[in-house]
């Protein structure tokens, strides 16, 4: 495959994620109104976690209730770009690259701007502030251990930003990847467009 071809594919698959995610966040979350809320009935709906890499990002997966970080992530933003188009969430993806974990075992935090637009700059500086002093700011995350919630203040370790929900699904479609039934090859996502 050329580069040009795993790009387009890459493309073709991140855009076919948002309609299943919008739809998914239409289906599960349309009467949430607010963080807490939505916080609160993602817990309550995905309590499994997602092993398999290829099914991470996976909506089939995501519809029979198993969720990863990365997919929880982009459900979150997917949420919040439909009520507040104008304050794009930051993806604080965390920097595996110079540790021994896999990349795919990256933790996923979303900084929520709450009232005026932020730069993946100032996400990076409120995640990695220990009091979490920036009030315009709401970092969350999911974990097995305690479902959606408020980012743990004490865990901070090296992160990249990824602005806006386009490029993080771009992102991790070229990381974890999607299941072979979802193959630009199949034809599967040229009809679902």
Request: glycine share 2%; aromatic share 10%.
């Amino acid at each position: 495959m050329t580069n040009w071809e795993k790009q387009r594919s890459v493309e073709l698959k991140s855009a076919f994620l948002i309609r299943e995610y919008q739809a998914i966040v239409q289906e599960l979350f349309s009467n949430c109104a607010n963080i807490p809320e939505f916080v609160e009935l993602f817990s309550a709906l995905f309590p499994n976690y997602q092993e398999s890499n290829a099914r991470k990002m996976d909506p089939e997966s995501i519809r029979e209730r198993n969720i990863s970080c990365s997919s929880a992530a982009a459900l979150l933003g997917v949420w919040w770009m439909d009520r507040f188009p104008q304050l794009v969430p930051v993806f604080l993806v965390q920097n595996t690259e110079r540790e021994p974990q896999s990349r795919s075992s990256a933790h996923v935090n979303v900084a929520l701007p709450l009232t005026t637009p932020i730069t993946p700059s100032e996400a990076i500086t409120a995640f990695f502030d220990p009091n979490r002093k920036n009030a315009e700011i709401q970092l969350v995350d999911w974990t097995t251990h305690s479902g959606m919630k408020a980012s743990n203040p004490q865990k901070a370790y090296d992160v990249k930003a990824i602005q806006g929900v386009h490029p993080y699904l771009r992102n991790r479609v070229q990381v974890l990847g999607l299941p072979k039934k979802y193959s630009t090859k199949n034809g599967v996502l040229a009809t679902t467009q």
